[in-house]
């Protein structure tokens, strides 16, 4: 079994394989009681949104992670996968520029996911 942190990295490189944009590792643990992990990505449409989840979820499924719950939101332009422990929010850029999760989530700690993302 992998910890929250051992799947967060590998979900993370999942989503970077993907060309995911703009990927980002929260540790909210010591804010929140809704998870360990958010893991925040951008994709470049809402094909591409929607791309991402699918491969998050077939990446997690092979590790043997149950996901709780997905939903989307308006047409692809945020969706969310909940793993309990992790969090993942994939969003189209203007979304994520609307919901600012980073500035609202200011108070977890970033992890630094530098050794596991290529730089573009």
Not at 4 to 13: D, H, I, L, M
């Amino acid at each position: 079994m992998l910890s929250a942190k051992e799947v967060a990295y590998e979900v993370t490189k999942a989503l970077d394989e993907k060309k995911g944009m703009d990927i980002k590792l929260l540790k909210i643990d010591k804010v929140s009681s809704l998870a360990d992990y958010f893991l925040i990505c951008t994709g470049t449409s809402n094909t591409h949104v929607k791309t991402l989840c699918d491969y998050a979820e077939h990446t997690l499924e092979q590790l043997g992670e149950p996901m709780l719950g997905r939903e989307g939101h308006r047409g692809n332009t945020w969706e969310l996968l909940d793993y309990g422990s992790l969090v993942i929010h994939v969003f189209t850029e203007d979304a994520r520029e609307f919901y600012s999760l980073e500035r609202l989530w200011a108070d977890a700690e970033q992890v630094d996911i530098g050794d596991i993302v290529t730089e573009e």
